[in-house]
């Protein structure tokens, strides 16, 4: 049997929207589909403001601008995170100050959050890590008492919830990634989810590379003209066709991941009970979206024996990110603290396939290999 890491699933709505997109003859950004899907956004989640973007790389480098950062200031992020949240912040010059994750859970270690504040601290930038949510209680708490501006890193978290809010919605901006391997694809694809109405005007201007054009349309200003800095940030309306088809289906799609998730947990948990891995930790506080599932191993080269143990049997697994403040471009800006989480899960976290329509027999393939290899 082979299974894949990932297989994108598309609703069959797809094709009807991108053709409606393109025969309608107006298909570059901003056009009707990004405008009703962004509208769709924020009535079923409660955002203030949605931008539908290129990436969510992009949607954290909107941030970026908006929180206007400058060299010098500093941001506090996760070091268990992909390279796009430091990278957004990086390039406008701040001094990126990296968090250790938790022993039980790759999310930032918040009680050590308010000893990395310094009066240069700008912002806090938040990792909801496979869609289960950080304390946003705690960490909108310690921001708010030192005046500091928080982002929510939600790429892996749609449809998932912190006390019932949903994440992205609860720090000043958001960000959501449609990237392939998402719950809800575009290809690439993001969005920038906008909490704090005093970002709304600037928003729109830097979206549409730095002019009023957005304004100009809906007969709002007299003049298009270039008044922010910006960029091409937003995408065709055929990302916003893709996007509409894809959120029509998501309460499917959702029931189906998190049915593969629980599976996955429920049959696997056993290993857990013997001590021979960590399955993930789920506060009481958080919900599962059914993103992704990973069980951490016990050190680097039992993870990597499992890897190849699960490719022989035909399972593509994978590991995950590489702790930023140790790569080649920061080691050598990193302050010098040893962050001893972050560092375990780059070295044995391993993510198993997950995605729409996986079946039971396939996640059963899985977890007996899984099971195989530690009865070896």
Known sequence: MKIPFNKPHFTG???????????KGRFSGNGPYTQEVQQLFERKYGFRKTLLTTSCTDALEM???LFDIKEGDEVIM???TFVSSANAFVLRGA???????????????????????????KAILVLHYGGIASDMDRIMEIANRHNILVAEDAAHSIASTYKNKPLGSIGHLGAYSFHETKNIITGEGGMLLINDSS?????????????????????EVQKY?????????????????????????????????????????????????????QLPDIPDYATVNGHLFYLVTKSKEERDNLLAYLYSKGISSVFHYLSLHSSPYYQDKHDGRVLTNADHFSDCLLRLPLYYGITDSEIGY????VDAFYKR
Request: contains cysteine; hydrophobic residues 40%; charged residues 25%.
């Open 13 to 23: 709505k797809e094709q009807k929207y991108l053709l409606k997109a393109a025969y």
């Open 63 to 65: 941030m970026a601008i």
């Open 78 to 80: 996760p070091s268990y």
């Open 95 to 121: 001094k990126v100050v990296f968090a250790d994750s938790m022993p039980n859970n790759p999310n930032m270690d918040i009680d050590k959050l308010e000893s990395l504040i310094t009066p240069h601290t």
């Open 199 to 219: 970002f709304c005007n600037r928003a729109e201007v830097i979206w549409e590379k730095g002019t009023n054009r957005a304004a100009f349309q809906r007969g």
């Open 225 to 277: 003209e270039w008044v922010d800095i910006g960029s091409s940030f937003l995408p065709s309306d055929l990302i916003g066709a893709c996007l509409l088809a894809q959120m029509e289906s998501i309460d499917k799609i959702q029931k189906n991941r998190i049915s593969s998730w629980n599976r996955y947990y429920s049959d696997l948990k056993i290993l857990e009970e013997k001590g021979l891995v």
């Open 366 to 369: 899985v977890v007996e290999a």
